[in-house]
């Protein structure tokens, strides 16, 4: 066995930012109206890292891109078979990071047109209509406890494969993981390319940012004066 790099800087720093900004999220949103403009800021920021991923899942290094680890039925067949050796996510590890990023995305997104009719507005609300904005709002709490049964079997599998000897958490830190010397390492690309791709996916996450804070959309126009 040898020990490679299999996670790059830029996938690890948004893991642990988007695990932050979730965080902050669902704290935020079980302690009261008082906090629930921090909670619009957490999701504003989910919006902004999920971005990011779905651009750094096409643009990325080698273990960052989707079609590096998508969970076809015969990756998923070896990988029950105790016949999976790859580096990277596994094909059940696959299907968890896709269906985080999926229920996530849709969450964060929801939140956006969700109103509570009391002290919060999403910021996308004035873009469309009322029942549009009741329709996401009630589906933006009906599929908050989905989101805390996937996050709960996360860290439930994360914590099998620490004590089974797998540091999933060491390697989502340093980068680093073991690789059989018969599997082909990652393929590396030069600096500048890197560097170019990086600042792709930024652009594109900024990009999502500024739709999704709605500073685009007209004012209202003035109430009118009352006619006497």
Same mark, same amino acid.
């Given at each position: 066995?040898?020990?490679?790099?299999?996670?790059?800087?830029?996938?690890?720093?948004?893991?642990?930012?988007? #695990?932050?900004?979730?965080?902050?999220?669902?704290?935020?949103?079980?302690?009261?109206? #008082?906090?629930?403009?921090?909670?619009?800021?957490?999701?504003?920021?989910?919006?902004?890292?999920?971005?990011?991923?779905?651009?750094?899942?096409?643009?990325? *290094?080698?273990?960052?891109?989707?079609? *590096?680890?998508?969970?076809?039925?015969?990756?998923?067949?070896?990988?029950?078979?105790?016949?999976?050796?790859?580096?990277?996510?596994?094909?059940?590890? #696959?299907?968890?990071?896709?269906?985080?990023?999926?229920?996530?995305?849709?969450?964060?997104?929801?939140?956006?047109?969700?109103?509570?009719?009391?002290?919060?507005?999403?910021?996308?609300?004035?873009?469309?209509? *009322?029942?549009?904005? *009741?329709?996401l709002s009630s589906l933006h709490r009906q599929t908050e406890l989905?989101?805390?049964?996937?996050?709960?079997?996360?860290?439930?599998?994360?914590?099998?494969?620490?004590?089974?000897?797998?540091?999933?958490?060491?390697?989502?830190?340093?980068?680093?993981?073991?690789?059989?010397?018969?599997?082909?390492?990652?393929?590396?690309?030069?600096?500048?390319?890197?560097?170019?791709?990086?600042?792709?996916?930024?652009?594109? #996450?900024?990009?999502?940012?500024?739709?999704?804070?709605?500073?685009?959309?007209?004012?209202?126009?003035?109430?009118?004066?009352?006619?006497?």
């Amino acid at each position: 066995m040898v020990r490679i790099k299999v996670w790059d800087l830029p996938l690890r720093l948004f893991h642990w930012a988007l #695990a932050v900004a979730v965080t902050g999220a669902l704290v935020t949103i079980n302690l009261g109206a #008082a906090w629930i403009e921090w909670h619009g800021r957490f999701g504003l920021t989910v919006v902004g890292l999920i971005a990011f991923r779905l651009a750094w899942g096409v643009l990325g *290094s080698t273990h960052s891109r989707f079609c *590096s680890f998508f969970p076809t039925p015969a990756a998923l067949g070896a990988y029950l078979r105790g016949n999976w050796q790859r580096p990277g996510h596994n094909p059940l590890g #696959a299907l968890s990071v896709l269906a985080m990023l999926g229920l996530l995305g849709f969450q964060a997104v929801s939140g956006l047109f969700a109103s509570d009719e009391i002290a919060f507005n999403g910021p996308l609300t004035r873009a469309v209509s *009322s029942s549009t904005v *009741s329709t996401l709002s009630s589906l933006h709490r009906q599929t908050e406890l989905w989101l805390y049964i996937l996050l709960g079997l996360h860290v439930l599998a994360v914590i099998v494969h620490q004590l089974r000897g797998k540091r999933l958490i060491g390697s989502m830190i340093h980068g680093w993981a073991a690789l059989a010397e018969s599997e082909t390492a990652p393929r590396t690309r030069s600096p500048l390319k890197a560097a170019l791709a990086l600042a792709l996916a930024l652009l594109l #996450a900024g990009a999502a940012l500024w739709l999704a804070n709605g500073s685009w959309i007209p004012a209202p126009p003035p109430a009118a004066a009352p006619a006497w």
